[in-house]
């Protein structure tokens, strides 16, 4: 048999293989002209067929989606009544087309200049240069050589086109002189003041020219020229109102200011417009999404020329969801009264140079809910030296003071929990001595040795009960003018058991801007006793209303909160719309405490008011209803707004407490920084605050009762508001006294 070759086996493998990839390519080469073939036909028949049609549907329904504004929703209090609303106004807008030249949209400003008086105010000295430019434009470019131009240029031989505009126009704005730009007459900044506006959006999106104090003449003499003013319209736009003065319900901006710029890509990425009215503080701002509602979609329907020839809507938006707070806007009027006479009445005493403000928070303990924030602030008018009073409800959480002696019982359950003492042990309340230092003591006792337990420590308001429990925190056991040696971790134990009813914490309130106090600098041992006492370390209001609420609900530390329910805008203007959501309480934690030595603590505050040594009986023990709280009075030292004064001891009132006793339905604060610098003289204010407003919530709770008034989930009807009074979203809240 003949053997075949190796040489001869892989030649017939070569050509086998040759043979296959030549038959794979002729498939690919005829794939590839059958898909060209097609292609071409299919080009073929789109441009001889079908070109003209689509070339005429193109030229027809070039589509551009435009945003247009939507009603804000708007803010209630818990019982229905209005609190922020929006007012129906004349506006006069501008659209500008794709195809629209400068000097046409001049020459359309012209002509509103005529018929409107524009405000000049937002004119600025740049606009003016450009606006003399644009008018003056061969003489202002002829101020710059092209020999300047040419002699920058060769600084950088990769330099951009965009670059050498930039310095060709900044060197003409710096040679045009005062004198030059005064030949612009009052027109011609009217002009500009509206040819600014006229620009500052994007094409086939509505800009609002005017829509402040717009004249029922203006808008009838606009009206009557829209076919002679091109992409002008006449339109209803709104305002914010207030009915209530409060400061934390926050404002909206303008159309004239727009979104703030700090924040202008956040809301332009969320399809704002530039001159959105939009929530920049507190309640507007917080719920600001929620509040503005989604905007309406249309579209323009433009032929090649970009002039509009139909408008379609293809979304008609959503009004923004009404809120209702959780304010009785009833009672905040009654508490701004009664807290603003207590501090006139505090100022006129004498010793009160530094007194300028004084605040209070009722809260309800079980739900978090904000019944009532009052922050008065007493302004002078430079000019005319007249004092009068602001809103300063928002210092009630943005701003911290010593709290003294109302912190006692979180200094006693910090003691528990600690381990360092026990319910009902007693000291003795003495003068302390440390070594080094001045004698400490109580108000009531400066000189001899009292033996009383933790309830009558309360009562009494022992500071000298406080400090002992501090040392036996810090492990040591007080003897007369002993060195005070601490642990390491005794500062922090005392924070961390404060923290735990929110005291040098954040609260969570649903509101932007919130400050958590001052830590002071433990720089010798002997300042963890005024620690103790609430001389130390500072507080706001809204920690303090926190704090007392997480006693009174037996230990939970709950959320503050503005926001009650989101509803759907009403439909028929006499019942607030249907629930969408109702905001349930947030707890944050539960204090490190028993049940039983929470009771402990309630009952010593129980004796601060019916006790027959309470600090605050004199203001609580004919009350008709059961309570409990804690009276404090805190030495400090000025560092407010009057730097002359830095450095002056003074004395800031506080108080906090619950009611009833029994099932606690409030928790409040009261808060006079700085009220005097007479340290003999007791100022009982801060008590009489928390007994007055205290009277009005329950003859307030009557009074609802009565009328059926109430917070129902279900259905709610609107009543009548506290006042007739409308403010501005503009417009400065103030109380003027002689």
């Keep these: 048999m003949r053997k075949v070759s190796p040489q001869n086996r892989a030649s017939n493998v070569k050509s086998k293989q040759r043979s296959s990839l030549t038959f794979r390519m002729n498939v690919l080469f005829f794939t590839i002209f059958v898909l060209f073939s097609l292609l071409i036909f299919r080009l073929g028949y789109l441009q001889i067929v079908k070109g003209e049609d689509y070339v005429r549907a193109l030229e027809r329904t070039e589509e551009v989606r435009v945003n247009t504004s939507v009603p804000r929703g708007r803010i209630f209090d818990r019982y229905g009544r209005v609190l922020v609303d929006n007012q129906p ?28 008086d524009q405000p000049t105010k937002r004119v600025t000295h740049r606009d003016k240069l450009d606006f003399w430019i644009m008018k003056n434009k061969e003489a202002a470019y002829d101020k710059v050589t092209e020999d300047e131009m040419k002699e920058f240029r060769a600084t950088d031989e990769e330099m951009e086109e965009s670059t050498v505009n930039a310095e060709l126009d900044r060197r003409v704005r710096e040679r045009i002189t005062e004198e030059e730009l005064a030949q612009l007459t009052d ?6 003041a509206i040819y600014r506006e006229m620009t500052s959006g994007y094409n086939l999106s509505p800009q609002i020219i005017k829509s402040e104090n717009v004249t029922d003449e203006e808008f009838a003499r606009v009206s009557e020229r829209l076919a002679d003013l091109a992409g002008v319209n006449t339109t209803t736009d709104w305002k914010r109102v ?136 007493i302004e002078y008018d430079e000019e005319t030296g007249k004092r009068y009073i602001v809103d300063y409800s928002y210092g009630t959480f943005t701003t911290a003071y010593e709290a003294g002696s109302t912190v006692k019982a979180a200094t006693l359950l910090t003691g528990y929990s600690a381990g360092a003492i026990t319910p009902g042990q007693s000291f003795v309340d003495e003068p302390v001595k440390l070594a080094g230092t001045v004698p400490k003591s109580s108000i009531f006792n400066r000189s001899g040795r009292i033996q009383l337990n933790d309830l009558t420590a309360l009562e009494r308001s022992s500071n000298v009960y406080m400090f002992k429990t501090a040392m036996a925190i810090a492990g040591q056991t007080y003897y007369y003018n002993m060195p005070f040696k601490i642990k390491d971790d005794t500062l922090q134990i005392m924070r961390n058991g404060y923290a735990q009813f929110g005291l040098g914490v954040p609260t969570g309130i649903d509101l932007p801007g919130e400050a958590t106090g001052y830590q002071g600098i433990l720089d010798n041992n002997g300042k963890i006793l005024n620690l103790a006492i609430g001389q130390f370390d500072t507080y706001s209001t809204m920690q303090l209303a926190q704090y007392i609420s997480t006693i009174a609900n037996g230990g939970y530390r709950i959320q503050p909160r503005m926001l009650k329910e989101i509803r759907n805008p009403s439909t028929d203007g006499e019942t607030i719309g249907s629930l969408v959501q109702e905001v349930t309480p947030t707890i944050l934690n539960r204090i490190s405490n028993s049940t039983e030595e929470i009771d402990h603590v309630k009952e010593g505050l129980r004796r601060v008011y019916f006790g027959s040594q309470g600090s605050a009986g004199s203001a609580f023990r004919n009350a008709p209803y059961t309570g409990a709280g804690k009276t404090g009075t805190a030495q400090v030292v000025y560092y407010g707004p009057q730097k002359d004064k830095y450095g002056t001891n003074t004395l800031n009132l506080v108080h906090v407490g619950f009611a009833p006793f029994e099932n606690p339905e409030v928790a409040y604060a009261v808060m006079i920084p700085w009220a005097t610098t007479n340290f003999e003289q007791y100022r009982s204010q801060a008590n009489h605050i928390a007994r007055e407003i205290l009277d009005v919530y329950f003859d307030l709770q009557k009074k609802y009762a009565d009328e059926g008034v109430s917070t129902s989930s279900v259905q709610q009807t609107m009543i009548s508001p506290t006042t007739e009074k409308k403010l501005n979203e503009d417009e400065a809240v103030e109380t003027i006294n002689e």
């Design 242 to 377: 207030r009915l209530s003065p409060l400061a934390i319900l926050g404002r909206t901006t303008v159309p004239s200011k727009g979104v703030p710029k700090a924040k202008l890509n956040y809301y332009l990425a969320r399809d704002y417009s530039r001159n959105d009215r939009v929530g920049e503080s507190y309640f507007e701002a917080q719920y600001e999404e929620i509040l503005q509602g989604e905007k309406s979609v249309v579209k323009n329907l433009t032929n090649k020329q970009g002039q509009v020839v139909e408008t379609l809507t293809t979304y008609d938006g959503e009004p923004g969801k009404d809120l209702v707070s959780t304010i009785d806007i009833e009672l905040q009027k009654e508490a701004e009264r009664i807290v603003e006479e207590k501090l006139l009445e505090l100022k006129s005493m004498g010793s009160s140079s530094l007194l300028d403000r004084a605040f209070y928070v009722m809260m309800n303990p079980n739900t978090g809910e904000l019944l009532s924030v009052v922050g008065k602030k």
């Design 187 to 192: 027109f011609d900044i009217e002009v500009l």
């Design 89 to 116: 106004e004349n506006a006069i807008t501008y659209t500008k087309m794709q195809a629209t030249k400068t000097e046409d949209m001049l020459i359309i400003a012209e002509q509103l200049a005529q018929l409107i």
